[in-house]
């Protein structure tokens, strides 16, 4: 019989996620998936499974929810208020849902996109051999109250695990690179951008990251709106008409005539992804051959996410809940930390 | 077709964009020649299968190469084009094979194109003029990109050769026809847009459920047919592919 997660009540934002479609973009549609990729890569790394089984993306608040099987969960991206059937659980770890409890994910508290993956994927039918959603593609909708999720079999039995994961919400410091038009804007507005101060503008989306600055100058260089449109990039810095800066994401189109200032690096995406309301950034251009050299760090970052898994501590007044957890099993990390 | 007349001084050129792209320009500005270029050129890198490269895709008068630089030097990459680019003329290629064209009824002005009198202003033609203009020949899929299945399609004569908007109209339906330098874009899915709103089709160009979930592709034509509101309205907006009809080009 197959399991299902059943969704009893839903915000305005949740949607199934994979890591989206590749090999469209000549046809049209952009990668969709996950937009923070890296939230992904923590949830295969604590269940144990492949970051390609889809996980349920929550902008800003989450919804209730229970599952028909006993399973186990990984909460990681954005933290937000979190219950089992009224005990709080920890975010960036995994727990034991068993059948029929009441998983209740309130809002975020701090960052955008918080994720809740489950032991075997959820597996919605495929599209275009994917599970993920792209709302501008209609490639999916958003998920209402009263869907029935099915998902995968699994034997994991890995809740009370947790990652340390830094901070990613903050802001601070973003890596771009030149793009196709970078020149077109000439050093001074190239330097103006690398001096200004921007924040998320709440006109952001799954598309792009709007950017904020109210004291900065128009970035649109003159005689843009006559460029013939060429292909765009997850990433890239499109400066419109008006001269507002748009960070273009998973959802973005696949061209455009608006010319880019820049590219962001992609393992600072999950960062702009993530930018809570009133966190500054800024923008800062590197070479290429840095880039990579970054690149290949984040991903021995990320192949070294299993191993980074640990037991939670467990708090003393909580040791009733002890007997319905499944504990650790197959688990190379050491001690408790502190 | 003079060949060598139509390569633009310069081109064809290769540049790094971004982390994971390079870019195979054949152009600035629309050319015919470049165009062609683009599409013959992507199938042979596609079918060359280099090392590295994760996915090809064209523009009006490029080819971009999404690779991973973890696996392969964007100085071997661009080598290998380089190597590419020499072994013949890609401006003397012809279109792909097996490209079709639709007949597509359109509404031009009024409630379904309330741009258009902009347009046609801006063209220096009446509407009546406009329309003949638009409709007068097929109008060629130069590129397909922004939404699933979206034609670039073109080339528009000189007179509609006028700017995109700075301010973006907040959102046009699918099926909308919106019109920019020498240009017409088909939307296949709602959308905001930069260009001007000039008529309405009822063609879903895109749907995932079908057979041949994409209608278009590159190299493809479509010839608007001008309906009436009314007619529009009661044989199109419902009907299946918006009552378009498709033929086989020889």
């Known amino acids: 019989m197959t399991a299902t997660f059943l969704v009893h009540q839903a915000g305005p934002a949740v949607t199934v996620q994979d890591l989206g479609w590749h090999g469209y973009v000549a046809q049209g549609v952009s990668r969709g998936g996950a937009i923070d990729m890296l939230a992904m890569a923590e949830g ?51 727990h034991a849902v068993p059948a029929g409890a009441k998983l209740k994910i309130g809002p975020v508290m701090r960052g955008i996109y918080g994720y809740l993956h489950i032991s075997g994927g959820f597996e919605p039918p495929l599209i275009l051999q994917g599970r993920g959603t792209h709302l501008a593609a209609g490639l999916r909708a958003a998920i209402r109250e009263g869907a029935e999720l099915p998902f995968g079999a699994s034997s994991a039995t890995r809740a009370g695990l947790s990652l340390d994961v830094a901070e990613r919400s903050a802001g601070g410091f973003i890596r771009i690179l030149p793009t196709l038009q970078s020149d077109m804007f000439g050093a001074d507005l190239l330097a103006a951008f690398q001096n200004t101060i921007f924040t998320r503008d709440p006109r952001s989306n799954r598309m792009g990251v709007r950017l904020a600055a109210p ?39 696949t061209t455009g005539g608006y010319p880019r200032i820049a590219q962001v690096l992609p393992c600072d995406l999950p960062r702009l992804a993530q930018l809570s309301s009133g966190a500054e950034v800024m923008f800062q251009m590197i070479s290429h051959g840095e880039a990579v050299e970054i690149e290949r760090a984040a991903q021995a970052a990320r192949a070294q996410l299993g191993a980074m898994c640990k037991p939670v501590l467990r708090d003393p007044r909580e040791a009733g809940d002890l007997l319905a957890m499944q504990l650790i099993s197959g688990v190379t990390a050491g001690e408790d930390e502190g | 077709m003079n060949a060598q007349a139509a390569k633009p001084p310069k081109f064809p050129e290769i ?28 199938a042979e890198v596609i079918a060359a299968g280099l090392a590295g490269v994760l996915e090809v895709s064209t523009a009006l008068q490029s080819v971009l190469l999404r690779y991973d630089p973890l696996l392969v030097s ?23 094979q097996g490209r079709t064209v639709w007949e597509v009824p359109a509404c031009f002005g009024g409630a379904y194109g309330p741009e258009f009198e902009q347009a046609c202003s801006l063209a220096s033609v009446s509407q009546a003029e406009a329309v ?64 001007l709103h000039i008529g309405q089709t009822g063609l879903s160009l895109f749907d995932p459920a079908r057979d041949h979930p994409f209608m278009l592709r590159a190299g493809d034509e479509i010839a608007l047919r001008p309906v009436s509101e009314a007619e529009f309205e009661t044989s199109c907006a419902a009907a299946p592919y918006g009552g378009a009809v498709r033929r086989a080009l020889p």
């Open chain 2, 74 to 96: 964007p100085e071997a990459l661009r080598a290998d084009l380089a190597a590419a680019l020499t072994q013949r003329d890609w401006y003397a290629a012809s279109l792909p």
């Open chain 1, 215 to 253: 004291d900065a100058p128009n970035f649109a260089p003159e005689a843009a709106r006559n460029i013939l449109s060429d292909i765009v990039m997850e990433g890239d810095i499109q400066i419109t008409g008006d001269g507002t800066p748009y960070v273009l994401m998973a959802e973005s189109q």
């Open chain 2, 132 to 195: 003949a203009e638009l409709c007068a020949n097929p109008l060629r899929v130069q590129a397909i990109g922004f939404a699933p299945s979206q034609p670039y399609l073109g080339e528009l004569p000189p007179n509609w050769d006028f700017p995109r908007q700075a301010t973006l109209n907040p959102q046009v339906p699918k099926g909308a026809l919106v019109a920019a330098i020498r240009q017409i874009v088909l939307f296949s899915v709602p959308s905001p847009t930069g260009w």
């Open chain 1, 44 to 94: 295969a790394a604590l269940l144990g499974q492949s970051p390609n089984f889809a996980a349920l993306e929550m902008a800003g608040f989450g919804g209730v929810f229970s599952a028909t099987r006993n399973c186990v969960i990984a909460l990681t991206g954005a933290e937000m208020r979190a219950d089992l059937d009224g005990r709080a659980l920890a975010w960036n770890a995994t």
């Open chain 2, 15 to 42: 540049c790094q964009t971004g982390y994971a792209g390079l870019v195979v320009r054949f152009g600035d500005q629309l050319n015919e020649a470049g165009n062609r270029a683009s599409l013959a050129f992507a």
